[in-house]
């Protein structure tokens, strides 16, 4: 089956320990994004990626890291910079930005807990 | 910088009626979205609307795009329980596919 996975489901962490989330994709799309949901609120983007070793910085970035050296795979690292981690991580793909079907298909989320 | 603003942000509704949730954003943009999203699940896509005029429906959600108002609707006929959820617009931003996403509308169809 395609999709899109996300690893932990839940996380837990102690304030200033970095934590890596997973984010995989098989449905061979271009490009990948990391939002944050707080409770009650919309998304907001963190980073996105239109192609392999390149990203760009979305709306909320700082305290936040991400690498693209497969098509694959985004993991998002939440450095102990960011100052309230603590939230709903979702990541989501889509097929290529350029042909005008730019649907994002999202992922189940993690949900992190910094305390 | 593109603000997406949904209302209401609360629905209550009775199981049988009517309503429309409105998307309103403040650029252009041809392109817009509506996704469902259950308590502590991730986002479910439901439509996708790529031009002015654009209809679209399934089931008893409807949603429309008029693009010279910024404005869409999501409109729910004879609304059920199994509709609760929390539903959001999502706005292209016409720069790279960067979705700017209403705050949601966070519906309850009580019986």
């Known amino acids: 089956d395609g999709g899109i996975t996300q690893s932990p489901k839940y996380l837990f962490r102690k304030e200033g320990q970095n934590v890596t989330l997973s984010c995989e994709q098989n449905?061979?799309?271009?490009?990948m994004y990391w939002y944050r949901q707080d409770p009650g609120q919309g998304l907001r983007l963190i980073y996105y990626s239109q192609i392999v070793n390149d990203f760009q910085k979305g709306d909320i970035a700082e305290g936040y890291s991400v690498s693209r050296e497969k098509k694959e795979s985004f993991p998002l690292t939440v450095t102990s910079a960011q100052k309230n981690p603590t939230a709903f991580y979702l990541c989501?793909?889509?097929?290529?930005?350029?042909?005008?079907?730019?649907?994002?298909?999202f992922g189940p989320g993690t949900r992190l807990t910094v305390t | 910088e593109l603000k997406v603003e949904q209302n209401p942000l609360f629905l209550s509704m009775q199981e049988g009626k009517n309503y429309t949730i409105y998307c309103n954003y403040s650029?252009?943009?041809?392109?817009l979205y509506w996704y469902r999203q259950d308590p502590g699940k991730s986002l479910e896509s439901l439509f996708v609307l790529l031009s002015n005029g654009a209809v679209k429906q399934e089931g008893r959600l409807m949603a429309s795009l008029d693009t010279k108002a910024r404005l869409s609707t999501l409109h729910i006929t004879a609304a059920v329980h199994d509709l609760s959820a929390t539903y959001f617009c999502a706005v292209d931003s016409n720069a790279g596919n960067m979705l700017t996403f209403g705050g949601g509308t966070r519906l309850m169809v009580k019986p």
């Open positions: 449905l061979n799309h271009d490009a």
């Open positions: 650029t252009t943009s041809d392109r």
């Open positions: 989501a793909s889509s097929i290529d930005p350029g042909t005008g079907w730019d649907e994002q298909y």
